[in-house]
């Protein structure tokens, strides 16, 4: 079935460790996204990637990097992992770089990460 | 700043209809789109408005004011399945996308 596979789906970090989270997709879509989910707040985008080798900050990209070496992969990477960092972290995909036409975001299950 | 407003939970009953308001505050607009999540999963795309007027797609409608700011979802015939959070999101001037926190739907029997 086509989509966006996220690994972990769970994860539980000691604070200062460094953890990547994986996404992959199949759909060929350009734009790729990091969202984190926090209780009582909306989706806040980290880092997003409109083309394979292109990178752009979104919202709260501090503390995170990413990396778009090919179509498929977007992994999200915890340099020094911190409390503050727990949430439930979506990996989201569209077939345009933004627009109206692009239509909708397609969303991976997520990885809820616990740092203590 | 930019601003979506919706309601943080709304309780509805089983075979009724309920509407879900969305207001927004952002700088310019290129379409709202709506999102359901059920509890632990991903969200799912509903649908899009970019015109002002309704759009009907089954038991689900939305409809958009751009001169008012204002969304809103309309669910009908409600079925227990229809529990869970309906997030409204703006597109903004630079394409970027502005989400709410969500509205929290609890359909009771």
């Known amino acids: 079935i086509a989509g966006i596979t996220q690994a972990p789906t769970s994860q539980i970090l000691a604070a200062g460790r460094r953890m990547t989270l994986r996404c992959t997709q199949d759909m060929r879509h350009n734009a790729m996204y990091w969202y984190r989910q926090d209780l009582g707040l909306g989706l806040r985008l980290i880092h997003y990637?409109?083309?394979?080798?292109?990178?752009g900050k979104g919202e709260v990209p501090d503390g995170y990097s990413v990396s778009r070496a090919n179509t498929d992969d977007f992994p999200l990477t915890l340099a020094s992992a911190v409390p503050s960092q727990t949430s439930v972290y979506f990996c989201?995909?569209?077939?345009?770089?933004?627009?109206?036409?692009?239509?909708?975001?397609?969303f991976g299950e997520g990885s809820r990460l616990t740092v203590l | 700043g930019q601003n979506i407003d919706q309601p943080t939970e709304m309780t509805a009953t089983e075979g009724a209809i309920v509407q879900i308001n969305c207001t927004y505050q952002t700088s310019g607009f290129n379409g709202l789109f709506w999102y359901q999540q059920h509890a632990g999963e991903a969200p799912t795309f509903l649908s899009y408005?970019?015109l002002d007027g309704l759009e009907e797609k089954g038991r689900f409608s939305s409809f958009l004011s751009r001169s008012k700011g204002y969304s809103y979802l309309l669910l009908k015939e409600l079925q227990m399945k229809d529990s869970a959070s309906y997030l409204c999101?703006?597109?903004?001037?630079?394409?970027?996308?502005?989400w709410g926190a969500g509205t929290k739907l609890i359909i009771k029997p």
């Open positions: 999101a703006v597109l903004d001037s630079n394409y970027q996308l502005i």
């Open positions: 408005n970019v």
């Open positions: 990637s409109n083309t394979a080798g292109t990178t």
């Open positions: 989201a995909s569209s077939d345009g770089a933004g627009g109206p036409d692009t239509g909708e975001l397609f």
